[in-house]
T-cell receptor, first 115, second 112 residues
Framework: SQTIHQWPATLVQPVGSPLSLECTVE??????LYWYRQAAGRGLQLLFY??????ISSEVPQNLSASRPQDRQFILSSKKLLLSDSGFYLC??????????????FGEGSWLTVV | AQSVSQHNHHVILSEAASLELGCNYS??????LFWYVQYPGQHLQLLLK??????LVKGIKGFEAEFIKSKFSFNLRKPSVQWSDTAEYFC??????????FGTGTRLKVLA
């Protein structure tokens, strides 16, 4: 079965420091990968998605970037964090033409607090 | 731009009451539709989904949703809620691309 791992689960970072959140998917190949941010009252905001290694689509221009160095690895980064980057970040995956029919599956999320 | 609207942000019900959560989307083409649930302290889980065929979809825990194409709606229903249904519910649409667009969510509180 497929699993998705995301870490760290929580972190507190000072303003201006770098960020790296990592996500890996096991049990499938060539997944579509996603980063979302969940904020109270605003639902899930799609930040980035990737359909293959090195292919990144950005949905919201901001202080973050994403990379996909390997097929099942997706990284969310920032060179200098802002207070407004605080939030709950979710990694997710889906697979086209799968028996489950394109369902998206989520990791457990990472709480980021920028102080 | 594609969007998903959930009109009820907070809903409070007593146990055994009926539930209907509204969801409307803006996209004229073929869509895949989903409802996800997030119980307190847990990650997002799939409740049910629509891809094609019968517009009335049944999911886990007695939930169902009806796709009405003419109204661009995919409302979630449950005839009799339980205290354990307290959670946040998200409607989502996959508008024919790789993207999944989510609504702002509805927080449901069921009073015992």
């Amino acid at each position: 079965s497929q699993t998705i791992h995301q870490w760290p689960a929580t972190l507190v970072q000072p303003v201006g420091s770098p960020l790296s959140l990592e996500c890996t998917v096991e049990g499938t190949s060539n997944p579509n990968l996603y980063w979302y941010r969940q904020a109270a009252g605003r639902g899930l905001q799609l930040l980035f998605y990737s359909v293959g290694i090195g292919q990144i689509s950005s949905e919201v221009p901001q202080n973050l970037s994403a990379s996909r160095p390997q097929d099942r690895q997706f990284i969310l980064s920032s060179k200098k964090l802002l207070l407004s980057d605080s939030g709950f970040y979710l990694c997710a995956w889906s697979r086209d033409r799968s028996p489950s029919g394109n369902t998206i599956y989520f990791g457990e999320g990472s709480w980021l607090t920028v102080v | 731009a594609q969007s998903v609207s959930q009109h009820n942000h907070h809903v409070i019900l007593s146990e055994a009451a009926s539930l209907e959560l509204g969801c409307n989307y803006s996209y004229g083409g073929t869509v895949n539709l989903f409802w996800y649930v997030q119980y307190p302290g847990q990650h997002l889980q799939l409740l049910l989904k629509y891809f094609s065929g019968d517009p009335l979809v049944k999911g886990i825990k007695g939930f169902e949703a009806e796709f009405i194409k003419s109204k661009f709606s995919f409302n979630l229903r449950k005839p009799s809620v339980q205290w354990s249904d307290t959670a946040e519910y998200f409607c989502a649409v996959r508008p024919g691309t790789y993207k999944y667009i989510f609504g702002t969510g509805t927080r449901l509180k069921v009073l015992a």
